[in-house]
């Protein structure tokens, strides 16, 4: 398994402006994956970040309101742009160990966001 | 298109009595299969997977779920449950595509156990 850490852990915001939620792992992983978890609802996957490529957005998901960065192989980050209250939900990243057995993820805490 | 169908949304049950979290899916190709538990304001904790093999697979916490494919089912049971486990359950299919394995979840069941 590995040891993921998310931050903030929580964060209220003001409608319009931006949030930059880090997530760090304690080993190399190849595969991050960044979800939402809007109030009361499942998991929906946000887009998967591989290190040294453009990240892969699900539909209904853009890069502009949810760049990220995966500038190594244990560091990435999610922004949430020009937030709107429908933004308020649990922004998690997962992880799926190198060299490990590929495929399972393991989660980070999770960031609660509230957008006032 | 694969999918995943939680049965119950929520399931209220009394300490020491034994539970089932019924998961169906949906898929045309091989799966893996995983249950994971989200207590209250924490992140998500893998309970238990299906790869392959035995369909019997025990998990943590006293929890074991059985793969059954020609219901393509995958629920989830703990012969006696207890307070502690009162959390959110979710049920995830992963299948491999675009050059990773991808998860799927469920709604969700939230498990309310009772003293």
């Known amino acids: 398994s590995a040891v993921i850490s998310q931050k903030p852990s929580r964060d209220i915001c003001q409608r319009g402006t931006s949030l930059t939620i880090q997530c760090q792992v304690d080993s190399q992983v190849t595969m991050m994956f960044w979800y939402r978890q809007q109030p009361g609802q499942s998991l929906t996957l946000i887009a998967t970040a591989n290190q040294g490529s453009e990240a892969t957005y699900e539909s209904g998901f853009v890069i502009d309101k949810f760049p990220i960065s995966r500038p190594n192989l244990t560091f990435s980050t999610l922004t949430v742009s020009n937030m709107s209250p429908e933004d308020s939900s649990i922004y998690l990243c997962?992880?799926?160990?190198?060299?490990?057995?590929?495929?399972?993820?393991?989660f980070g805490p999770g960031t609660r966001l509230t957008v006032l | 298109a694969q999918s995943v169908t939680q049965l119950d949304s929520q399931v209220p049950v009394f300490e020491e009595a034994p539970v089932e979290l019924r998961c169906n899916y949906s898929s045309s190709v091989s799966v893996y299969l995983f249950w994971y538990v989200q207590y209250p304001n924490q992140g998500l904790q893998l309970l238990l997977k299906y790869l392959s093999g035995s369909t019997l697979v025990k998990g943590i916490n006293g929890f074991e779920a059985e793969f059954n494919k020609s219901q393509t089912s995958f629920h989830l049971r703990k012969p006696s449950v207890h307070i502690s486990d009162t959390a959110e359950y979710f049920c995830a299919v992963s299948s491999f595509s675009g050059g990773y394995n991808k998860l799927i979840f469920g709604a969700g069941t939230r498990l309310a156990v009772h003293p």
């Open positions: 997962s992880v799926e160990p190198t060299g490990g057995m590929a495929d399972t993820q393991y």
